[in-house]
């Protein structure tokens, strides 16, 4: 293990953010960890970067950057119903999602194409087109640089919620994952709720669609609407999607008949950022080298060589005028270092 000193992380970052670290390590093996907290102790500063698809970074990091890289795909329990699945956190996570279509065991289909590691999809709770990591979330496990020990976390542990859990909060950067182990349903599982994927399923003519024929049409959908961040820089969704009352969604549809919300199960709306930054005016808008995706209103991309401050700052002005707007204030869903 070998820990590098003033590197550049632009090509660890998908903005494609050309930031320096101070202190720099990849991570590809457990049994260098007691190794590596010798060498972290006595450094305060840390981060724990997995695909660098959810980060936006501001400035030269003053600390150590720790790459995690562990490998290993491997099944370790089953009954009639499910397998258990543990991944190492370093593993990409589409290719987790391409091992589990392969092997017919459902449950993270809808999830495919998503950028990032296995190691960062529990941190983040992540969800697309109706599926959600924490409802085939079994356990984790971690390594603790504060203490030197390992601790496996179990589902109600990890205090997941909307694009979050307990690992955004109280214990960012403290604690390393290691590997995730999720529950998959060896039975068909399929969830189509989200609109466009049922409309395409019905263009296409199938009455009953596999696996495989869900994800490669999620992944037509995702290609469609989301830019490729090898050949135009971004993170994916910059916000959250917000919740509002029941009065403030019914105040907003009787003057937008178009407004895109659904109701959630606190008896909240939650309605699309993106729907709100259109509505502004801000689809498509460019400042300097940044501007927001002219397919998908919530996704802000690197379109030259845009510094992390310039998106923080094209950011901002987002949610001031939407907050102007529309009275509701939208919250980053990246991590903003």
Not at 202 to 209: F, H, M, V
Request: charged share 25%; hydrophobic share 35%.
């Amino acid at each position: 293990m070998q820990i590098q000193k003033n590197i550049s992380i632009k090509q660890f970052n998908t903005f494609g953010v050309d930031v320096k670290a101070n202190l720099f390590v990849e991570l590809k093996n457990e049994n260098f960890l007691n190794e590596l907290f010798s060498s972290v102790n006595e450094i305060p500063n840390r981060f724990i970067l997995g695909g660098g698809s959810n980060v936006l970074f501001t400035k030269d990091f003053n600390g150590i950057i720790i790459k995690n890289l562990l490998p290993g795909i491997e099944k370790i329990g089953e009954d009639n119903n499910f397998v258990f699945i543990k991944t190492g956190a370093g593993v990409n996570w589409h290719k987790l999602v391409k091992y589990s279509i392969k092997n017919n065991y459902w449950g993270i289909e809808n999830l495919s194409l998503i950028p990032g590691t296995v190691g960062a999809a529990p941190i983040q709770n992540i969800g697309a087109y109706g599926q959600e990591l924490k409802n085939v979330f079994h356990q984790l496990e971690t390594f603790d640089l504060q203490n030197n020990q390992f601790k496996t976390f179990a589902k109600d542990e990890c205090k997941f919620g909307y694009r979050d859990s307990i690992f955004k909060k109280e214990f960012k950067n403290r604690f390393l994952i290691t590997s995730v182990t999720l529950k998959l349903s060896k039975k068909e599982d399929a969830i189509l709720t989200y609109q466009p994927v049922k409309e395409e399923i019905d263009r296409l003519k199938i009455n009953k669609p596999s696996i495989s024929q869900i994800s490669e049409i999620i992944c037509n959908i995702r290609r469609s609407k989301l830019p490729d961040p090898n050949k135009l820089g971004n993170a994916g969704s910059f916000f959250k999607n917000p919740e509002i009352t029941e009065k403030k969604y019914l105040e907003l549809k009787k003057a937008n008949n178009d407004i895109k919300g659904f109701k959630t199960e606190n008896n909240k709306y939650k309605i699309s950022a993106g729907w709100l930054i259109e509505k502004c005016g801000w689809k498509g808008k460019r400042v300097g080298d940044v501007s927001s995706f002219e397919k998908q209103a919530l996704v802000l991309v690197n379109v030259g060589k845009a510094t992390g401050k310039d998106i923080l700052d094209f950011a901002e002005s987002i949610k001031e005028i939407v907050k102007v707007k529309f009275g509701i204030e939208l919250k980053e869903e990246i991590n903003i270092v």
